[in-house]
């Protein structure tokens, strides 16, 4: 008869790192309003707060470009350490320099240099969670984290507007500078590994730290095949071909979501930060509802007819919400955007974690952010231009028509028959948690 396997809640390693990662999950969810908000108070403009996204998002490409490397050939957890023990410093200053009054610069340069740092942060989560349980474990452990993810999707912005209206929205970004520390201090104390980290890639070093890797290449041929590798992975597998070029499509006209939401709730509607921290709460509504829903759907109707379909709910979400000028209405269709976001992006991640080898997994991660978020500093500084002299209501109707576009762009590729279903060869690894410019991946995009 089998031994009977030890229950996960008995993994020591997994718990602390899932009990520090709850925290920080939430502390990033306070930051996703909270940093538009504290835009908006210092200037008042909806192009400042695009600008914000447009430096988040053109970090995150730069960062992209050498990420997957630096994750495959560095000890992660030291990696993971540090990025938080730096996040938690910028963060934690910003209250302090806020005293002497906004400076609006100050806000501009965290956001470049927490975003490289939440760049490298996110890609050694995903690839260093599967050394902490074993791979029978996987798809319980992936509940546990999506699980945390979505509760602090749903806590973190009713908590940053209540912050926010309290003490400032630039005491909610010194919270969330707190969360990281506990982040590092936790980090402290999880052994990876244990359960069989990935393979040493094919330029030599394992995962846990580098080692003795034989020649290698340097300059810009060296940083051209770092990213090439990824790259050349993506672009020849016929599903992530396409998924690679409709989602940055599809990020084009959705990394400014957050930034249109906002400015209509608080500038064309009146409202106060409390009231935009209970509607992008109620969105969170909608990720819970799809961490749950995420696995069935994918068993009974495959990878494709789920990825489009919450693109086709993205889409209808983000045009009503631009139109509507009820609140309750806004909540519920921010619930359905966010519902879609989550969903296509747990398939999308867990489809590259299935058909990628785990030598490559660091890399393709990396390629596959950075170039499907390309377009998203773009979109972002295009989209708040235009809803600052059309509004948002003509802007997100015309989002939502690009949407439709997308999916039926999608239906002229391999996407529209495929059916992969888990389980998994390789569980999918709950993504990051979705954060703000100072920390955050775009929910769409795990």
Same mark, same amino acid.
């Given at each position: ?221 060296? &940083? ?88 086709? &709910? ?97 239906? &002229? ?34």
């Amino acid at each position: 008869m089998a031994a009977r396997r030890p229950s996960l809640w008995r993994n020591r390693d997994f718990n602390v790192f899932w009990l520090g990662q709850t925290l920080s999950v939430l502390g990033g969810s306070i930051t996703l309003l909270a940093m538009p908000l504290l835009v908006f108070e210092a200037t008042g403009s909806v192009v400042q707060m695009g600008l914000i996204t447009v430096v988040t998002g053109a970090t995150g490409i730069a960062t992209g470009m050498f990420a997957g490397h630096v994750v495959d050939r560095t000890d992660r957890r030291r990696l993971m350490i540090a990025c938080d023990l730096v996040r938690a410093l910028l963060l934690g200053a910003v209250p302090l320099i806020w005293l002497a009054g906004p400076r609006i610069w100050v806000l501009y340069v965290l956001t470049a240099v927490a975003t490289a740092l939440k760049t490298l942060f996110d890609v050694a989560y995903v690839t260093a969670v599967p050394g902490l349980v074993p791979a029978e474990d996987l798809t319980a452990a992936n509940g546990r984290l999506m699980g945390t993810f979505a509760v602090g999707t749903l806590c973190g912005p009713a908590a940053a507007g209540f912050i926010a209206a309290g003490v400032g929205a630039d005491w909610a970004l010194g919270v969330d500078g707190a969360t990281f520390l506990v982040s590092a201090l936790s980090l402290r104390w999880v052994t990876f590994g244990r359960h069989g980290d990935p393979e040493p890639s094919a330029a030599g070093p394992s995962a846990q730290g580098p080692r003795a890797a034989g020649p290698r290449r340097s300059g810009a041929a060296g &940083l051209r095949e770092v990213f090439v590798a990824g790259f050349r992975f993506l672009w020849t597998h016929p599903l992530l071909r396409p998924l690679t070029v409709l989602l940055t499509l599809l990020t084009f006209v959705t990394m400014g979501a957050t930034d249109l939401l906002v400015y209509r709730i608080r500038h064309e509607l009146g409202q106060d930060a409390a009231t935009v921290g209970y509607v992008i709460a109620a969105s969170g509504l909608g990720v819970v509802g799809a961490a749950f829903a995420a696995g069935p759907l994918r068993r009974s109707f495959g990878f494709g007819p789920c990825w489009l379909g919450s693109v086709v &709910l993205i889409g209808v979400a983000v045009a009503g919400t631009g139109v509507s000028r009820s609140l309750p209405v806004i909540g519920v269709l921010a619930a359905v955007c966010m519902f879609g976001m989550t969903l296509g992006g747990v398939c999308s991640m867990t489809l590259r974690q299935e058909v990628t080898p785990d030598r490559l997994l660091g890399r393709v991660t990396s390629a596959f952010w950075t170039v499907h978020n390309a377009s998203g500093p773009v979109g972002a500084a295009a989209l708040t231009v235009l809803a600052d002299r059309h509004g948002v209501p003509a802007v997100s109707v015309a989002a939502g028509v690009f949407c439709l576009l997308i999916v039926g762009a999608g239906l &002229l590729t391999p996407l529209r028959g495929s059916r992969i279903a888990g389980p998994p060869p390789r569980a999918a690894v709950a993504g990051s948690p979705a954060r703000g410019p100072a920390g955050a991946r775009h929910p769409g995009s795990p």
